[in-house]
């Protein structure tokens, strides 16, 4: 009886010590990481998407946000917004510059540079961060010193804080140097902390690390068994990222000036105008991010005024070439950038040009076509109308004619004899001024009168 007691305390302490187990597992889930692919011009969209995973991550206290970067750059506002709410990220912030073959230029060098880690995929490279002009005119030479001063101390504190390459830093600003994984790695001290080939690689490599923060606390990383969260852009991050593309900002910008057009030709129509207005609207929030020569926009203008011109001036074409040469050169310089990212295609530029121009064209013919044609309608369609005089006409005396199914008072500077075929050549209130035309085609017969304007 003894060994009964001894047993059941024994079975207690087994399920305590089991019950105890599970209990830290509970308390110890899986660490959780948040990534988010930002392969993109860096634009207040761009911004936004980042901010709202950072803030996403730290609601869920996760262990890392991993920010995968391809960029060739954006504008310097936003870019600081970024990195402000990086440095005060309570999740450690991780960028990696890949897939292997892209680059993080311009502000996508001073986002690495601020990241808690910074990780590189192979053939790679980052750098090149000069300021330039986001309207993309050449800056005097004040400007651009104070510009690029003001960036190169950005690119040097955030370089020295995080134990970085600051003379590296500072030349790839003022110089517009740019490193490839190897250089950023194999440099004194790194501009980089490691490399990786992919996400899981970087995981692989971050877990157990010990992190410097940028208020100078330290933090040791666990990623293994990670649960990762892909952070997703909104429709509306994702619309406006798809508007600043430069193709896109492009086609509204042609599709504005188009739609203004034939609202101006034809009064009314509402729908050219308002759809036109909206692309325009569009079009010009993307100017806000894009290099945008106005010198480009100008001479589309020019173009699309030269067309408008053809209605007034008879140039025999001359003026629609003109428009073309302009449409055509506007669209090549409208985009001021070294980055083929930032440029209209001119795979889309030629098609669009040509596509515009002569719908343009199209447009200017059928307006001229019309105007050349003779009314029909009202006192200006009687002129030159044949008609017969039912009385005798004397110079100075009134008679009448029939014409236009009519009869109307009529007075001639020669004499006409009753019967003879007349020509309207002015019209006078109700009074016609006719001449003999003994050579036109008499009415049909069965063109009787109905009514008599002068009674």
């Not at 020295?160 to 600003?173: C, E, F, I, Q």
Request: hydrophobic share 50%; glycine share 8%.
């Amino acid at each position: 009886m003894t060994h009964v007691p001894r047993l059941f305390a024994c079975c207690l302490s087994t399920l305590l010590v089991v019950l105890a187990g599970l209990s830290v597992v509970a308390s110890d889930p899986a660490p959780v990481v948040y990534t988010a692919n930002v392969s993109a011009i860096i634009h207040p969209a761009t911004a936004e998407y980042m901010i709202q995973t950072l803030d996403r991550a730290n609601a869920e206290h996760a262990s890392a946000v991993v920010f995968v970067l391809s960029t060739p750059g954006g504008l310097v506002d936003s870019t600081r917004d970024i990195i402000s709410r990086m440095l005060a990220s309570k999740a450690p912030v991780v960028v990696f510059v890949g897939p292997a073959g892209v680059r993080a230029a311009s502000a996508g060098f001073l986002i690495t540079l601020a990241a808690d880690v910074a990780v590189m995929a192979p053939g790679t490279h980052i750098g090149a961060a000069h300021p330039v002009s986001g309207a993309g005119e050449k800056m005097d030479e004040t400007e651009a010193k104070k510009n690029a001063e003001d960036m190169a101390a950005y690119a040097r504190t955030l370089a020295a804080k995080r134990g970085r390459n600051v003379a590296l830093a500072d030349d790839a600003v003022r110089n517009s140097k740019a490193f490839t994984d190897q250089e950023a790695l194999s440099a004194t001290p790194p501009l980089i902390d490691f490399e990786a080939s992919d996400v899981r690689d970087l995981l692989k490599k971050l877990d157990g690390r010990t992190v410097q923060r940028f208020d100078g606390s330290s933090i040791v990383v666990h990623t293994a068994g990670a649960r990762v969260v892909p952070s997703e852009m909104t429709w509306r991050q994702r619309l406006l990222g798809v508007i600043a593309h430069p193709n896109i900002t492009y086609i509204l910008l042609s599709l504005g000036m188009l739609g203004l057009v034939v609202e101006f030709w034809h009064p009314g129509a509402v729908l050219p105008g308002v759809a036109g207005g909206i692309c325009l609207l569009l079009a010009f929030y993307a100017f806000q991010v894009l290099p945008v020569n106005y010198a480009g926009v100008l001479l589309i203008l020019f173009g699309i005024t030269l067309f408008v011109l053809e209605l007034k001036v008879a140039s025999y074409g001359l003026l629609s070439a003109g428009g073309v040469i302009a449409l055509v050169f506007g669209s090549l310089i409208l985009m001021s950038s070294p980055m083929p990212e930032l440029r209209v295609s001119l795979g889309l530029i030629v098609p669009v040009a040509l596509a515009l121009s002569a719908i343009m064209m199209f447009l200017v013919r059928l307006t001229l076509a019309s105007q050349r044609r003779r009314p029909t309608t009202g006192a200006a369609g009687m002129v030159d109308e044949l008609g017969r005089a039912l009385t005798a006409i004397e110079p100075g005396t009134a008679g009448r004619v029939a014409t236009h199914g009519e009869i109307w008072r009529a007075i001639a500077a020669e004499p006409v004899a009753e019967g003879e075929t007349v020509r309207v050549t002015d019209v006078d209130g109700l009074t016609l001024t006719v001449r003999r035309d003994v050579a036109g085609m008499l009415p049909a017969a069965g063109d009787e009168p109905r009514r008599d304007p002068g009674e």
